[in-house]
Structures are given as C-alpha cells and as structure tokens.
C-alpha cells in the first residue's frame, strides 16, 4: 500500500491544472435561436473548423445568455460563436465563404480582410474560473 501514495506524488506535479471557462454571450434579437459555441486551442483550425474544439450548443434566451464549461487544461484559446438563424445546424456562408448567419468571437475580435485571427480573439486559462464576454453587433442577424 506505500505504493499508492508515491504513485501520487510523482504524477500529481504532472497533471495539467483545469479552470472553468464562463462566458457571457449578447446576443440582441435572436432570443430563441441556438448559438453554436467553439473554444479552439489550435490557431490553425480558428475559427472555421471545429473538429479538435470543444463544442457546446446553447438556446439563446433574452439579450444574453451564459455558459459554463469546466475542466478546461490551462493554455491559450480562442471562442468562436454563430446564431443558427434558420434552424439547418450549420454556419451558411455565400459562395465565397463569408458567414451569412451572426458570428463573433472571443474579446470581440474584429474581421481584417478575412475571419479574426486566433492572436486577436486569444485569452489564456488557467487554474480558476475565467469569464469571457462575447458580444454580437446589433444588427448582426438582420
């Protein structure tokens, strides 16, 4: 049985500290909507492909809605959100691949002849709880 204890000594140093990630999304006007919500890790995948993020889909009620997501490792990432305005479950985009449905991103990042780069929308998590607002532009969805 002194194995036990050992065994957590040398691998407690070693587990990667998780914190809860908060976030306040507003979001005027699409009260009954479902947000599509994706906190990215990886620049390269941010904020079009969400195959590696974790994904959560929330009702969007009022002019704001809150989120939590726990067990975050600490490390560097990115939110990105979409309204779902027609109910189809996908970001519709134009044929050149601009979204066509609200979209915003982490510390309201804004668009530069493109999507947001992950730098511009990055925050970093660590242990504790981080809150994050995420604001959609009035008018946005209309």
Same mark, same amino acid.
């Given at each position: 049985? *002194? +194995? @036990?204890? =050992? =065994? /957590? %000594? =040398?691998v407690l140093p070693f587990a990667a500290h998780a914190g809860e990630l908060k976030l306040v999304i507003n979001h005027p006007g699409v009260s009954g909507k479902m947000l599509f919500v994706a906190v990215h890790s990886n620049a390269d995948e941010f904020p079009n492909s969400s195959d590696k993020a974790i994904k959560r889909t929330v009702l969007a009620t009022g002019e704001k809605t809150e989120l939590s997501i726990n067990d975050i490792a600490a490390g560097d990432y990115a939110v990105s959100v979409f309204v779902d305005v027609n109910g189809n479950g996908k970001l519709d985009t134009n044929f050149i691949g601009m979204p066509k449905e609200p979209v915003a991103v982490s510390r309201d990042a804004k668009e530069k002849f493109g999507p947001p780069k992950f730098a511009d929308a990055a925050f970093k998590m660590g242990e504790g709880t981080? %809150?994050? %607002? +995420? @604001? /959609?532009? *009035?008018?946005?969805h209309e």
């Open positions: 049985m *002194r +194995i @036990t204890p =050992l =065994l /957590f %000594t =040398l981080d %809150t994050q %607002t +995420i @604001t /959609f532009k *009035r008018g946005s």
